[in-house]
């Protein structure tokens, strides 16, 4: 219990200690671990210089021994040299690579081992022998452990100094204060405004406990002026709940007023809506009256048209006639003509005919000649005296057509004259139809606007109902709630009272 309660971060100085501990812990842990590594490159690099120069020392030392192959020399050679305790092995070896030394043995596994091999060069450059070398890595081991355990230390003092550091510094600017303000704060919970706070300097804390000092000053200001208002609010909240009464009940009036006006307007609605219907239909009737009479007038068109035509014909045929009346009296100029050449071939017949008969036998012939030819100047004076009769039938026909062309001439005109009239008389009718019909539209169309209008009173009137009810079960609501304001009001000077304002 005492363990969780530690861990607990409900105090300031658990909150500010703990983090920085355990950030300090880190950044000591990634310093140590860079100076283990930089040591352990140092080391290895020193270590390797070292071996390097060892190597290169005894090779260039061992050339005289090589030279007088003195095998002796060089194993005591390599018994100084492995005195070291950091060289592990040193064994010289001839050009085959065989062992000359007894002294120092090549271990089998040297993955652990830092080695160094070197040829041992003669004067002349020949290559006469090798030397492999091998140190150990536990000095580097070693350094860097010291190395730790030195960080460590450190480390553990300075995470003394600074725990010792940081519990001065919170509990003396941070905690003391903070738990003066804590006390003021149980004070204020209590109702107590009288408190007094010191101030504690111009940082952060300094400055919130200015500000709950300022905080304390003006709640009580904000107090007193709570208790004005709320002796306001409950004398306010008793006239509101007067009021409300009597607004419910003018509310009802109203629903009831509006109630009645909605019943008329759907009376009148249905009226305006049995209008629009009228007006539509009439609207139809005058559109097809103005259709018909449209076509009436086209019909009339067309008669004036076959008419204008037909008196074209007329007085073709009148030309015609007349002029089949000149041909007439030009063949009778022609009959007399014949009729004239007719008698005087009859009369130079009978003048033959005397001639022949006073020739006699040798005018016999010639004598019948001239008889039948005065018989056909008779047969032509007959058949001209018929075909003049028959040209005076034609021309008295002809006469005849003429003034009963004229007669349908003029009839002609008059129909047409009618027929204008009646055209005129018929686009009148249109004029007077279309009019009808714009008329009927815009009846129509103002019918269907109060149809609308109607519509739209009547779902105004519905919504005002429905608001009316709303507003009603509103103001019933207000009441009561101001029946509960009243009641919070007093409360709330009760819980006003409970303040202490004053010493």
Same mark, same amino acid.
């Given at each position: 219990?005492?363990?969780?309660?530690? #861990?607990?971060?409900?105090?300031?100085?658990?909150?500010?200690?703990?983090?920085?501990?355990?950030?300090?812990?880190?950044?000591?842990?990634?310093?140590?671990?860079?100076?283990?590594?930089?040591?352990?490159?140092?080391?290895?690099?020193?270590?390797?210089?070292?071996?390097?120069?060892?190597?290169?020392?005894?090779?260039?030392?061992?050339? *005289?021994?090589?030279?007088?192959?003195?095998?002796?020399?060089?194993?005591? *050679?390599?018994?100084?040299?492995?005195?070291?305790?950091?060289?592990?092995?040193?064994?010289?070896?001839?050009?085959?690579?065989?062992?000359?030394?007894?002294?120092?043995?090549?271990?089998?596994? /040297?993955?652990?081992?830092?080695?160094?091999?070197?040829?041992?060069?003669?004067?002349?450059?020949?290559?006469?022998?090798?030397?492999?070398?091998?140190?150990?890595?536990?000095?580097?081991?070693?350094?860097?452990?010291?190395?730790? #355990?030195?960080?460590?230390?450190?480390?553990?003092?300075?995470?003394?100094?600074?725990?010792?550091?940081?519990?001065?510094?919170?509990?003396?600017?941070?905690?003391?204060?903070?738990?003066?303000?804590?006390?003021?704060?149980?004070?204020?919970? %209590?109702?107590?405004?009288?408190?007094?706070?010191?101030?504690?300097?111009?940082?952060?804390?300094?400055?919130?406990?200015?500000?709950?000092?300022?905080?304390?000053?003006?709640?009580?200001?904000?107090?007193?002026?709570?208790?004005?208002?709320?002796?306001?609010?409950?004398?306010?909240?008793?006239?509101?709940?007067?009021?409300?009464?009597?607004?419910?009940?003018?509310?009802? &009036?109203?629903?009831?007023?509006?109630?009645?006006?909605?019943?008329?307007?759907?009376?009148?609605?249905?009226?305006?809506?049995?209008?629009?219907?009228? $007006?539509?239909?009439?609207?139809?009737?005058?559109?097809?009256? #103005?259709?018909? /009479?449209?076509?009436?007038?086209?019909?009339?068109?067309?008669?004036?048209?076959?008419?204008? %035509?037909?008196?074209?014909?007329?007085?073709?045929?009148?030309?015609?006639?007349?002029?089949?009346?000149? =041909?007439?009296?030009?063949?009778?100029?022609?009959?007399?003509?014949?009729?004239?050449?007719?008698?005087?071939?009859?009369?130079?017949?009978?003048?033959?005919?005397?001639?022949?008969?006073?020739?006699? %036998?040798?005018?016999?012939? *010639?004598?019948?000649?001239?008889?039948?030819?005065?018989?056909?100047?008779?047969?032509?004076?007959?058949?001209?005296?018929?075909?003049?009769?028959?040209?005076?039938?034609?021309? &008295?026909?002809?006469?005849?057509?003429?003034? $009963?062309?004229?007669?349908?001439? =003029?009839?002609?005109?008059?129909?047409?004259?009618?027929?204008?009239?009646?055209?005129?008389?018929?686009?009148?009718?249109?004029?007077?139809?279309?009019?009808?019909?714009?008329?009927?539209?815009?009846?129509?169309?103002? /019918?269907?606007?109060?149809?609308?209008?109607?519509?739209?009173?009547?779902?105004?009137?519905?919504?005002?109902?429905?608001?009316?009810?709303?507003?009603?079960? $509103?103001?019933?609501?207000?009441? $009561?709630?101001?029946?509960?304001?009243?009641?919070?009001?007093?409360?709330?000077?009760?819980?006003?009272?409970?303040?202490?304002?004053?010493?």
């Amino acid at each position: 219990m005492n363990i969780r309660k530690l #861990w607990k971060f409900d105090k300031i100085g658990k909150k500010f200690f703990i983090p920085s501990i355990l950030f300090i812990v880190a950044l000591f842990a990634v310093l140590t671990a860079i100076n283990v590594s930089i040591n352990n490159s140092l080391i290895s690099a020193l270590m390797d210089k070292r071996g390097k120069a060892m190597v290169n020392y005894m090779a260039k030392t061992s050339v *005289f021994y090589y030279t007088n192959y003195d095998l002796g020399a060089l194993d005591g *050679f390599v018994q100084e040299a492995i005195k070291d305790p950091d060289l592990v092995y040193a064994v010289f070896y001839d050009e085959n690579k065989n062992p000359l030394t007894i002294t120092s043995k090549k271990p089998a596994d /040297t993955t652990s081992l830092m080695n160094h091999e070197q040829a041992i060069v003669d004067a002349a450059g020949k290559t006469i022998g090798l030397l492999s070398i091998g140190y150990s890595a536990k000095a580097i081991s070693a350094v860097v452990n010291r190395g730790v #355990w030195i960080m460590l230390l450190t480390m553990a003092v300075a995470l003394i100094l600074l725990s010792v550091g940081i519990t001065f510094f919170v509990r003396n600017v941070i905690t003391r204060p903070l738990g003066k303000t804590v006390i003021v704060a149980n004070k204020l919970t %209590e109702g107590d405004l009288t408190v007094q706070l010191e101030a504690a300097g111009q940082d952060e804390i300094g400055q919130l406990i200015a500000a709950f000092k300022n905080m304390v000053a003006k709640l009580k200001v904000f107090m007193s002026q709570v208790s004005t208002v709320t002796m306001s609010v409950n004398s306010l909240a008793n006239d509101i709940a007067v009021s409300v009464e009597q607004q419910a009940t003018v509310s009802a &009036e109203q629903s009831t007023a509006v109630a009645e006006i909605t019943a008329t307007m759907e009376e009148l609605s249905t009226s305006s809506t049995q209008i629009a219907e009228h $007006a539509k239909s009439v609207v139809d009737i005058a559109t097809k009256t #103005w259709e018909n /009479t449209k076509n009436g007038a086209t019909a009339v068109e067309r008669i004036m048209m076959k008419m204008n %035509e037909i008196h074209a014909d007329n007085e073709d045929s009148i030309n015609e006639i007349v002029a089949l009346g000149k =041909k007439s009296r030009e063949i009778s100029k022609v009959m007399e003509i014949i009729n004239t050449i007719a008698d005087q071939t009859k009369l130079i017949a009978f003048n033959a005919a005397l001639e022949a008969s006073s020739a006699g %036998e040798a005018g016999k012939r *010639f004598g019948v000649v001239a008889v039948e030819i005065r018989r056909l100047a008779d047969s032509v004076m007959e058949s001209t005296g018929e075909i003049e009769s028959k040209i005076n039938e034609i021309q &008295e026909a002809v006469n005849r057509l003429v003034i $009963a062309s004229e007669k349908g001439s =003029k009839g002609i005109r008059e129909g047409m004259e009618h027929s204008n009239q009646t055209a005129s008389a018929l686009m009148d009718v249109v004029d007077a139809a279309q009019s009808t019909q714009e008329a009927a539209k815009q009846i129509s169309l103002s /019918t269907q606007q109060q149809k609308t209008a109607s519509s739209q009173v009547v779902t105004a009137l519905r919504e005002i109902v429905a608001g009316s009810d709303q507003t009603s079960d $509103a103001i019933r609501q207000i009441s $009561a709630i101001s029946r509960k304001l009243t009641d919070l009001s007093a409360s709330l000077k009760g819980q006003v009272k409970k303040f202490k304002v004053e010493e």
